[in-house]
């Protein structure tokens, strides 16, 4: 692959490892005698999320000054669009990821991460309003963009900024509200989406699980937020069934829509047995994240074996 086709969707890789890591981390009091110590699986990810954006961004820079075309596309054509939102987003969960150890670092990471999500969707609205857009076109990456402010709060409130995590949840909470039921429109009426771009319907799964597990933490006591965990259960079952010949589609970077919907849903269920402790729910809680950490690894090698 050469620099000018680095697509931004590869900012994926930073989300699905750093939260994989993060989702572990909020799983592992669940299971004691599991997972051990921090330091023997969360940090690993979170680690491998870091490493990835040291990579990625000087390489972006790169392309923008090389290639300053092919990232105007990145950002006005409708089918990659959304998956700009990959690099605010990434860079939230690394401020999360480092909270622990460089709080201001993580601080400065994380407000950067609102701002130029704020600024992105602005623009995003600007370009959907300016028409032109077929029905085709449109597709669960835009999610990413546009309802990634879902994502924030996780790490906001840990670093003593919950207002500005309800403003970014606030908006991108809305925004879910008119993209699912647009997207779930779009996947009946128009053509099937290749091969390569059909993992991208896993980032289905990013809403329900999250408005959930962050709006509880930003609005404790709204448990009505529950049935969006039941809604994302069913999907996520609905998905699998959909996926049942994945390893069959052509590999490509958009391959990492697996990954971070799939964290996300971990560390929804590690939220909900908390509130609920019992065998049935700490159990899909262990099954979720079991099966975010096989999603995570197998994208990981055949990424690193471009195969």
């Avoid at 979170?46 to 390489?59: N, R, T």
Wanted: hydrophobic share 60%.
């Amino acid at each position: 692959m050469t620099l000018r086709d680095l697509p931004v969707g590869f900012y994926g890789a930073v989300m699905g490892l750093a939260g994989l890591g993060l989702a572990a981390r909020a799983a592992a009091p669940l299971f004691p005698g599991v997972v051990r110590a921090p330091a023997y699986f969360t940090e690993a990810w979170v680690a491998l999320g870091v490493l990835a954006f040291a990579i990625l961004v000087p390489a972006y820079v790169a392309k923008l000054v090389r290639y300053p075309a092919a990232v105007k596309k990145d950002f006005t054509d409708p089918i990659q669009l959304g998956f700009c939102g990959a690099v605010p987003v990434g860079m939230s969960l690394i401020a999360g990821g480092l909270a622990p150890y460089s709080p201001p670092l993580a601080q400065v990471l994380w407000w950067l991460a609102a701002g130029l999500l704020v600024a992105f969707q602005v623009w995003a609205l600007v370009r959907f309003l300016s028409g032109g857009i077929e029905l085709a076109q449109i597709n669960a990456g835009w999610l990413i963009l546009m309802v990634g402010g879902i994502v924030l709060p996780g790490s906001g409130v840990a670093l003593g900024q919950p207002e500005a995590s309800r403003f970014v949840f606030g908006f991108s909470a809305a925004a879910a509200g008119i993209l699912m039921p647009l997207l779930l429109y779009r996947a009946m009426a128009a053509p099937a989406l290749p091969e390569v771009l059909r993992p991208s319907w896993f980032i289905l799964l990013v809403p329900p699980s999250l408005i959930y597990a962050n709006g509880l933490l930003l609005y404790p006591g709204a448990a009505f937020l529950e049935n969006l965990f039941y809604f994302g259960v069913v999907l996520a079952a609905a998905l699998v069934v959909y996926a049942r010949t994945f390893w069959r589609w052509r590999f490509g970077a958009p391959w990492w829509a697996f990954t971070f919907p799939l964290d996300a849903l971990a560390y929804a269920a590690a939220r909900y047995a908390q509130d609920h402790p019992g065998l049935l729910s700490n159990g899909f809680a262990a099954l979720a994240l079991a099966t975010a950490t096989f999603a995570v690894v197998l994208v990981l090698l055949r990424t690193l074996v471009r195969r």
